[in-house]
């Protein structure tokens, strides 16, 4: 009653929520303007909304999520030459960004305060001072998980302590220090979770050996900065633990390197000066990037804990060494080389730790890369040019929408279990995740333009390889109208989304010129569907106040070819009760309402049933071969599979053909017959298809034969039911009998005590009797239903039997239809073969006569002609014969290697035959198994009795 009060609540509220119109409100009827007014409304947003709040585990290690990451945060445009902001962390961080690039150089002047430009790309500065007021100012105020700070640092060390300090003194409690207690730095341990570090700001810099970091930091504290100084070489540093894959570059030109071979550091962010315009081209031609420092400060060092950059050597060294907080960074092609060749490696290696991916350096234009396919590699920090507002950036906005754009997602489960191996470029479905179907279909926009502009709506879908389908679907155009064009276009189909939990849709909508007027980014996991107005983003993902898109999404469970009729009639098996099943089952009913009613079985008599030509074609065709087979992959879709009736492998009726009209194929079908019906004049066969061979006599004697021994084996398989019943029925007639006769015996002695002492004498005798009885009654029970037990298991051990024998009958039979098949196919090919040879023997001997014709006329020509002497008619004649002999060698040349290329294409279509019919064969025999494990998971134990 209170879930019913609540729906009506429920109900009551929506009308009143949607519909203004007193009278509507009164008869709780929605209006047509309450309709379309829902149909805008958040209750029917394309998403489900709880997914746009913290839905997500965030209990799990840091190396579990993806975090929103970006790269050379501070720029507001070009990577050379572009102008530096502070504005720019305020606006990445308010948007959810979880990760920013801090790249710190030496400042200039008397204050030599650090700055962050990039590096000697003339580049303008910004005081590293006035970054960190802004991190702390912005950094959790849309969330409040931790915020990673990358430093790219090329400071000297005096600066890195200012770095230190400001870090320090700026961000006080928000900055993690030290390792937390419940978490220590230790191989094997994983990384906490962002539950654990919220409102936390952990700093990624590199990290000196901790037994040099100690010392140092011991002799810094101690006022002995001289030990500490700048002097001291880097070769004190973990070069295995303190190098970044970002600098596997060359960290020094040749300028760099001093007397000694010892490379100095260049702390110089703009040693270019003034220059011209051409200087300027010249020098970004020959840019190259420089590396960070490695001679890091103990102070700086010692605040680095979770996020420790090192050189990535390769996946096997870094699982030996199974420490959970160092990560690599990757450019996004060193990153796609990876992925090329030990893309498993990397989702394994993703699992354990963090790895970040960074645009290449040739991305002057601050463009990015496609993030999709680092995602699908379990990448966590996929870092992009946050500044560029294009379609990588607005899948990156879409993606980190979810979870309440705290900029935490967690991966799907199979890339975070160690006992997982996944490949994101395989196309079968994932274990333990079902591939989904989807489509969508443009119905109309609203909104788009005030202007008189044709339209057209591009729909996308981005995940893995497999399931990306991009460009493809496009609308019509609609001319001359931005402000409600109709598109009533066919659904676009995405088949088989193999991994939904990683596929995002994107539906854009663009002028006719191709200008982008609005975009969405919807994940497919949480999607709704059903009609929907999806509400439009700007290319920067702002929301747009008044463009929609009407659209119609259906998302079903994806069923491969072949198994539709299965899965219907697992949905709904009654449906698909044949007409005589159907009438037995309802006359058993009614006879078993007849019987409570209680009208006896013998005052009902048999009436005869006229029988139709409809029902009597019907029950004529009942013991011939059936038209399709339980366990073979269906030819069409609009046949179902049983599993009564004999296996075959044809598609179509076996039974259409009869005796007199089967076609022969006289071991393996007569082509040689006609010439002209068979060969075309560039000696192609006819190909041998399977249906044809299905319809030669001796495989329809096949199917007789193996129809008679399923037949046979049900006979069987009856009989011993029967017999297992008759067994069982008089084992549980004897336990009756036998109970009723001592039960009797104990009521006959207390009558005869009765009758001899008296009724008021025997008292005690009847209690005692009694509780004989009863004793007697309560064995009899427990011993029946230890019977029943015992033979219920008896019987579905038999029926388990009986299904396991039919099986392997029915599977025997295919294997025999497909080894006759094989033979058959085997024996046209021969023929096909033969008659090939055949012809071309017949071809080479024209040929030969021909050309000896062609000699012999040649001769006769010269031998007529009377005027030269014979001489010169034997000069002429020898002339002759040695240019055709050179003629004849060559047109014998190449008619040899014309037939033998028939000879080779020939061999390549049987080839790609008999692979064919072993695919299908093996295909029909893979169902079989299919069927039979449904069969055999839904049967349940029976009784007899």
């Known amino acids: 009653m209170l879930k019913c009060q609540i729906e009506i609540d429920n109900h009551f509220h929506f009308i009143i929520t949607m519909t203004f119109n007193y009278l509507m409100l009164i008869s709780e009827w929605l209006s047509l303007d309450g309709f379309c007014r829902y149909l805008m409304s958040d209750e029917n947003a394309p998403v489900f909304l709880d997914r746009l709040e913290i839905c997500q585990d965030l209990d799990q290690p840091l190396a579990h999520y993806y975090i929103n990451s970006s790269h050379n945060t501070y720029l507001t445009g070009r990577q050379f030459g572009g102008k530096s902001s502070v504005e720019m962390y305020r606006q990445v961080l308010l948007a959810g960004c979880r990760c920013i690039e801090l790249d710190c150089w030496d400042g200039r002047g008397e204050d030599a305060e650090p700055i962050i430009t990039h590096g000697k790309a003339m580049c303008s500065d910004i005081l590293l001072k006035d970054v960190i007021y802004a991190i702390r100012d912005t950094a959790f105020v849309t969330s409040h998980y931790p915020v990673i700070l990358s430093f790219e640092n090329h400071c000297s060390k005096s600066q890195q302590y200012k770095i230190a300090k400001y870090c320090e003194e700026i961000l006080g409690q928000l900055l993690l220090t030290k390792q937390l207690d419940e978490v220590p730095l230790q191989p094997g341990v994983q990384l906490p979770c962002p539950n654990q570090l919220k409102r936390k700001i952990l700093i990624k810099n590199k990290r000196l050996k901790f037994d040099v970091e100690k010392r140092q930091l011991e002799l810094f504290l101690k006022g002995q900065q001289e030990s500490i100084s700048e002097e001291e070489p880097g070769i004190e540093l973990n070069t295995a633990v303190v190098v970044d894959a970002e600098l596997t570059e060359n960290a020094f030109t040749e300028n760099d390197i001093n007397d000694n071979g010892v490379g100095r550091e260049d702390n110089d962010a703009h040693p270019e000066g003034s220059l011209t315009a051409d200087e300027e081209a010249q020098l970004m031609q020959k840019y190259k990037y420089t590396s960070a420092t490695t001679n890091i400060h103990p102070v700086l060092s010692s605040y680095v804990n979770y996020a420790q950059p090192v050189k990535f050597q390769s996946f096997e060294i870094a699982e030996d060494r199974n420490i959970f907080y160092h990560m690599s960074s990757f450019n996004e092609s060193t990153a796609l080389g990876l992925i090329r060749s030990n893309v498993v490696d990397l989702v394994h290696y993703n699992k354990r730790q963090m790895s970040r991916i960074y645009p290449r350096g040739g991305r002057v234009e601050s463009s990015n890369f496609m993030p999709q396919i680092f995602w699908n590699a379990g990448c966590q920090m996929v870092a992009l040019n946050w500044q560029t507002a294009d379609l990588a950036m607005q899948l990156n906005q879409g993606k980190f929408e979810y979870n309440g754009g705290c900029g935490y997602l967690l991966k799907p489960e199979f890339m975070r279990r160690d006992d997982r191996t996944f490949d994101p470029f395989s196309e079968s479905p994932v274990d333990g995740v079902i591939a989904a179907h989807c489509s969508v279909q443009v119905v109309s926009g609203q909104f788009l333009s005030d202007k008189k502009i044709g339209t057209y709506v591009e729909v996308d879908m981005y995940g893995l390889p497999t399931d990306t389908i991009r460009r493809e679907y496009k609308t019509k155009v609609v001319p001359n109208n931005g402000l409600n064009p109709i598109y009533n276009q066919e659904p676009f189909l995405f088949r088989k989304v193999v991994l939904p939990d990683l596929a995002v849709l994107r539906i854009a909508v663009y002028e006719e010129t191709g200008k982008l007027i609005g975009q969405r980014i919807l994940p497919l996991d949480g999607l709704k569907a059903g009609y929907r107005h999806i509400s439009l983003r700007t290319e920067g993902n702002f929301p747009l106040s008044l463009p929609t898109v009407f659209c119609k999404i259906v998302l079903k469970t994806y069923v491969p070819d072949g198994l539709e009729d299965i899965v219907f009639r697992l949905a709904d098996p009654i449906k698909f009760i044949s007409e005589d099943e159907k009438q037995k089952v309802e006359a058993e009913k009614r006879a078993k309402q007849m019987r409570e009613m209680g009208i006896d079985e013998n005052d009902i008599s048999d009436v005869p049933v006229l029988v139709t030509k409809k029902s009597s074609s019907r029950k004529s065709t009942k013991g011939k071969f059936p038209q399709r087979s339980v366990s073979l992959p269906?030819?069409?879709?609009?046949?179902?599979?049983?599993?009564?009736?004999?296996?075959?492998?044809?598609?179509?009726?076996?039974?259409?053909?009869?005796?007199?009209?089967?076609?022969?194929?006289?071991?393996?079908?007569?082509?040689?017959?006609?010439?002209?019906?068979?060969?075309?004049?560039?000696?192609?066969?006819?190909?041998?298809?399977?249906?044809?061979?299905?319809?030669?006599?001796?495989?329809?004697?096949?199917?007789?034969?193996?129809?008679?021994?399923?037949?046979?084996?049900?006979?069987?398989?009856?009989?011993?039911?029967?017999?297992?019943?008759?067994?069982?029925?008089?084992?549980?007639?004897?336990?009756?009998?036998?109970?009723?006769?001592?039960?009797?015996?104990?009521?006959?002695?207390?009558?005869?005590?009765?009758?001899?002492?008296?009724?008021?004498?025997?008292?005690?005798?009847?209690?005692?009797?009694?509780?004989?009885?009863?004793?007697?009654?309560?064995?009899?029970?427990?011993?029946?239903?230890?019977?029943?037990?015992?033979?219920?298991?008896?019987?579905?051990?038999?029926?388990?039997?009986?299904?396991?024998?039919?099986?392997?009958?029915?599977?025997?039979?295919?294997?025999?239809?497909?080894?006759?098949?094989?033979?058959?196919?085997?024996?046209?090919?021969?023929?096909?073969?033969?008659?090939?040879?055949?012809?071309q023997d017949r071809e080479s001997k024209e040929l030969r006569g021909q050309q000896t014709k062609q000699s012999i006329d040649a001769k006769q020509e010269i031998r007529k002609d009377k005027i030269i002497n014979k001489s010169e008619r034997d000069r002429k004649v020898r002339e002759v014969l040695e240019s055709n002999t050179k003629r004849f060698v060559d047109e014998r040349r190449r008619q040899a290697t014309t037939f033998e290329k028939q000879q080779q294409d020939l061999v390549k279509i049987h080839t790609k035959q008999l692979t064919d019919l072993t695919n299908e064969n093996q295909k029909e025999i893979v169902m079989a198994e299919q069927v039979f494990n449904e069969v055999k998971t839904s049967t349940r134990p029976e009784s007899v009795c």
């Open 634 to 839: 269906p030819r069409s879709h609009n046949n179902a599979k049983t599993m009564s009736g004999p296996v075959s492998p044809s598609a179509n009726s076996i039974s259409s053909f009869g005796a007199g009209t089967a076609p022969s194929l006289a071991l393996g079908l007569s082509y040689s017959a006609s010439k002209k019906d068979n060969l075309t004049k560039d000696c192609k066969f006819d190909p041998i298809a399977g249906e044809i061979l299905k319809s030669d006599k001796s495989y329809l004697t096949l199917l007789k034969k193996q129809q008679k021994e399923l037949e046979s084996l049900k006979k069987k398989q009856i009989k011993e039911r029967a017999a297992m019943q008759r067994s069982h029925c008089s084992m549980m007639d004897r336990m009756v009998v036998g109970h009723d006769k001592e039960k009797s015996m104990q009521e006959k002695s207390l009558e005869k005590a009765i009758k001899k002492k008296g009724e008021d004498n025997c008292n005690d005798l009847k209690i005692i009797t009694e509780k004989e009885i009863q004793q007697i009654v309560n064995s009899h029970k427990a011993k029946v239903k230890q019977l029943v037990i015992e033979q219920t298991n008896e019987w579905s051990l038999m029926v388990s039997s009986h299904i396991t024998d039919e099986h392997e009958t029915r599977k025997n039979h295919i294997i025999q239809q497909c080894e006759l098949l094989g033979k058959m196919m085997t024996e046209a090919q021969s023929n096909q073969i033969k008659e090939l040879k055949t012809k």
